[in-house]
Structure formats: C-alpha cells, structure tokens
C-alpha cells in the first residue's frame, strides 16, 4: 500500500533525525590514504593510543585516562590483565563506536567558484584554478567529500598486524618511489627486470606486513615502530 504524503514526511523526519543523533568526529588521512579509500583498498585504520597504558611495578596494567592532569579526567582504568584484552576499552575511543562516523579530512583548496578540490586528486599538486592548498587538519566539515561508518574497534598493540590487517591498511597501494625510496637493493632489481623487457620473474617486493611497517615509521618515525605501542585498531566502510 502506498505511503501517504503525511506518512512519507514523517518518516522522513525520523530519518533526518537519526542522521543527526549519529555522532560524527573527524579524522585525517593522507593523500595515498584517502586515494585507497575512494578505490576500495582501505578499511582499517591504526592509531596511537595517548596516553599509552603502562604496567606497575605489581604487574598492573593502568590507563590514566584521557586528560590526566585535567580536573575532570575521563577514561581511566586498570586490570591484571593486558589492555587488549578488556572488554570495555574499545567504547574508550575517541575516534568512536561501532556505528559512528568519521569525517575525513585531507588536504584541499577553495577555487573562484566556490568549488572544493581535492590534492590527492590532482596531478599537478600547484593547479588549484585560484585556490591555494590549506592543511588537512583546517578542513571544515562542509569541505569533506568522505564520510564513513565505523563497523569495529579493538585496542592491540601496534607489530600484532597481520598480513591481512595490512592489505586492508591500504598498503598495497603505496607508489613504487615510496617502496624504492625505503629498499634501495628492490629498487635496483626492479629496474634491471624492467631494462630487461621484464623478462623473467617480478622481482619480490616487500610483504604487506613490511610495507606497513615502512609506512607507520616514515609517518611516526622509527623508534615509534620499535616501541610497539599500544593503537586503537578501526575498520570502517564508506558510507
């Protein structure tokens, strides 16, 4: 039976209403980053956990919350057991819950005409038709062409990536000079096998999981990859 024209705005009221009822935070991503969302090849995401839970002298795990210096602290918590492995931590996250959403913000510029463009979308990263490229991190809300709807969310400490956690980290659509720039040796047998007419085996490239690895320390630098911290693991999909 179809739906009346009062029935269909009603329903459309609800609808709007539980759009807005959904919280919604922004995130930055980079430009390789947000390319490999748009094609599909990006689903999770790692970040720091800050501050980092640490252990007591008594084997205790702590996290002293979000704002430990501050007068209303918020998140605080402690167990025997490793923080991977409470139950409630996930909700902790600032990034959001399952069924929240992510905003993303990259790296754009404001033409004549009002439009917005998009530098991970530009060849030439100087042509912006009179705008001028502004920082991720001052995006606006109205800029965001990219909205997207967490569907998981698990504290683990940073090297317990697997392959498959990897590829979905997008790292497979990292460019070549980025792979060349960090093995130079696969640079060199990639090119002889090219010269060759690449004639013979492709030359083996690094793992996923190494490609993340390069990935995390050209962007936290090394020491952050050694440390193994502990990161908020979130998978989410366009919505």
């Not at 390319?35 to 640490?54: C, D, F, L, M, N």
Request: neutral net charge.
């Amino acid at each position: 039976m179809p739906m009346s024209a009062t029935k269909a705005h009603h329903h459309d009221t609800i609808e709007a209403a539980a759009r807005q009822a959904v919280k919604e935070r922004p995130i930055l991503f980079s430009g390789p980053m947000v390319r490999a969302i748009i094609e599909g090849r990006k689903t999770q995401t790692r970040r720091i956990i800050k501050p980092q839970p640490y252990q007591d002298a008594g084997g205790w795990w702590h996290f002293d919350g979000f704002r430990p210096k501050a007068k209303r602290n918020t998140g605080a918590q402690a167990g025997s057991h490793p923080p991977d492995e409470w139950t409630l931590f996930p909700y902790s996250c600032p990034y959001g819950s399952i069924g929240q959403r992510l905003w993303v913000r990259e790296t754009w510029a404001q033409q004549l005409d009002g439009n917005f463009i998009y530098r991970a979308d530009q060849e030439n990263a100087y042509f912006t038709l009179g705008g001028t490229w502004r920082p991720s991190i001052h995006m606006p809300r109205i800029a965001s062409r990219l909205l997207l709807e967490i569907t998981d969310v698990c504290v683990q400490s940073l090297q317990c990536v697997d392959q498959q956690d990897a590829i979905d980290e997008g790292v497979m659509t990292l460019p070549n000079r980025f792979i060349f720039d960090q093995l130079p040796e696969y640079e060199t047998r990639y090119l002889a096998w090219e010269r060759d007419g690449k004639n013979g085996r492709h030359p083996i490239g690094p793992s996923p999981y190494e490609r993340f690895s390069m990935l995390w320390k050209s962007i936290h630098g090394p020491e952050s990859w050694e440390s193994n911290p502990y990161v908020w693991a979130i998978t989410f999909k366009p919505v």
